[in-house]
């Protein structure tokens, strides 16, 4: 600034005996205090990046089919858009998938790095964060975690200073597993048997489960599903077989993209439901109980922003949600014959009717 108003004065000085040169002077000196304080103050967007750059941004994913189809990739590209990318001009999100085989995660970070995608987001369980640690120790990494933890795992190392090329947000689920549980109990104070649905990413979710039933007294069967495609229906006879309550289906991709026939078959055994995600009962799930996805997803948007604005992943201190959401559906109580208790609908934060 000292340099402009340095020019300014050498160009000015002639005038300044001149009849309207000083009015002339704090004119100039007026525009340009101005034209300072909106560079400053100018809103943090996509225009910071070089004109004509058009960034790429790597998404891996375990399970769903495209980005559309993931809250969190769609929600993050929704508030990219907000922050000023649009998708084929200065934005370009290359979407890939395992398709539920885990095998394939590598390969397919490998080709997201040929591709010099300018931030990689892993999204999921640890799996998609081991492969894209693997592939790259440059390209910053945005790790979207579900269920581990990055740094007793050696991925970062710290929350607030996380070193290296990987932050982002980090969602444990094993607090809430016996949360879930807990609320569970509540809305069905007879409940003696809770019928549970895992599989290896939710192991830990299962042990959670196991030591909170000891605590609230109630018996659990453990539905392990171990090899894709599930077998939803064997599971859930077995369930009623055993008398089961209520079905407590643990978070994990497989269950997530399967949502829809998971809540047919408990409509279909009668059995009442607990899920993580409020988006699980859109399809006729009772209750859910858990972070919101598409806020993950936004925050993910957050980083990417600030990388390709400029800012190193090192600098950027990871995040844990810190707010969670009850939803109840009033609709599928009434059909199973279920009365909320009045201090449930009191606490949640969505009632569907």
């Not at 769609?74 to 922050?83: H, K, S, W």
């Not at 604005?309 to 995040?319: F, S």
Request: charged share 15%; glycine share 8%; net charge neutral.
């Amino acid at each position: 600034m000292s340099a402009m108003i340095g020019n300014v004065h050498g160009v000015l000085r002639p005038t300044m005996g001149r009849r309207g040169g000083a009015a002339q002077w704090h004119s100039l000196i007026g525009s340009l205090v101005l034209l300072a304080l909106a560079v400053l103050l100018a809103p943090h967007t996509a225009a910071a990046q070089q004109p004509g750059k058009v960034a790429r941004v790597g998404y891996l994913a375990t399970v769903v089919p495209d980005c559309s189809a993931s809250p969190p990739c769609q929600a993050m590209a929704q508030r990219l858009q907000e922050l000023g990318y649009v998708e084929g001009q200065n934005l370009r999100i290359e979407f890939r998938t395992a398709e539920g085989q885990a095998e394939r995660l590598p390969d397919l970070a490998a080709e997201l790095v040929r591709l010099q995608v300018d931030v990689l987001v892993a999204a999921g369980p640890e799996a998609t964060l081991r492969a894209a640690r693997h592939t790259t120790s440059t390209i910053p990494i945005v790790m979207i975690a579900i269920d581990y933890d990055p740094i007793a795992l050696g991925y970062i190392a710290g929350l607030s200073q996380p070193g290296g090329n990987i932050t982002g947000v980090v969602l444990q689920q094993l607090e809430l597993t016996g949360k879930r549980l807990e609320l569970l109990k509540e809305a069905l104070p007879q409940l003696r048997r809770v019928a549970v649905l895992w599989d290896a990413p939710s192991a830990d979710q299962w042990r959670a489960a196991t030591e909170a039933a000891r605590v609230l007294r109630v018996q659990l069967h453990g539905l392990e599903q171990h090899q894709a495609p599930y077998e939803y229906e064997s599971a859930f006879a077995t369930a009623v077989q055993e008398g089961a309550d209520a079905l407590l289906v643990l978070l994990s991709p497989l269950f997530s993209r399967d949502h829809t026939r998971i809540n047919a078959l408990a409509a279909q055994y009668r059995l009442p439901t607990m899920f993580g995600a409020a988006m699980f009962l859109e399809a006729g799930g009772l209750m859910a109980y858990g972070v919101n996805p598409a806020d993950m997803g936004r925050r993910a948007a957050y980083y990417v922003d600030r990388i390709l604005t400029g800012t190193k992943p090192t600098d950027l201190p990871v995040e844990q949600p810190t707010t969670f959401e009850l939803v109840l559906n009033l609709k599928t109580a009434q059909t199973l014959g279920i009365t909320f208790p009045q201090t449930l609908l009191i606490l949640a934060d969505k009632v569907i009717k």
